[in-house]
């Protein structure tokens, strides 16, 4: 509905003459003139309950938040601070519970058809449950792979195969005190005792060396894990208005 909003023109001082020229005279006459328009069309209305009839703007002294009267769905709406793309993500401290109820307090459930007022204005994105966000680039000190890092790629694995099978020797030997020793392998010097290579078995003489074979069955996987904290990664739904 149109609304009207009459002019008023300044009153000429006493005595006022015609000037030079027309231009002058609207140069004089535009400083005092001004429109009168109705309260309901520039104000807006402060209270903690939203008035009914409704008014074009009412500012909510609950929420702290100013809404329009929006004809067609029959409610006060007022714009959420970030739009509703599902490409805009935040990692947050929250239960499930709580990110569905962040902003929307009262529990609402999405309205099909009517996302964009209704429900909850953030979900979480599985798609990193379990991960660390990295940033975008060459991942440094990733040697030998040398990786770059492409955005909304997943990396790494689980580490099941980081120790490979191998096998470890293990020697002793049972000499009598005081007794000079000399290596079951001659290319060993002292005080070494015996290398990965040397072979199983026993020397001679006052030079036994009894050789123990210790074989892993691996892979076995390295249990560490980078200083991580754990919380969720949430994205946009498509909620773009606060409603009452």
Known sequence: MSQQAPISFPTLPPGYCWPSTPQ?????????TYATVADNVTGVTFGSVAPNPPVNLFYSTVLHRLFEFNVGIGKYISRYWCDGDP???MWVEMTESQIAAWDNPAGEAVVVGAETYT??????????DGRSPMGVGTIVSDTPNNRTAALATDLGAGSTSDVAKHTHRVE????????????????????AHGAIFDPVGQGVGLNAV?????????????????????GYMVKRTGRLFFAI
């Open 210 to 230: 009894n050789m123990i074979a210790m074989e892993n069955t691996g892979p076995d996987g390295i249990s560490l894990l980078h200083p991580v904290r754990v």
């Open 172 to 191: 002793f030997d049972d000499q009598p005190a005081g007794e000079v020793y000399t290596h079951f392998d001659p290319g060993d010097a002292p005080p």
């Open 87 to 89: 490409l805009i993500k």
């Open 119 to 128: 429900g909850p204005f953030w979900e979480i994105d599985h798609a990193y």
């Open 24 to 32: 002058t005279l609207l140069d004089n006459i535009q400083p005092g």
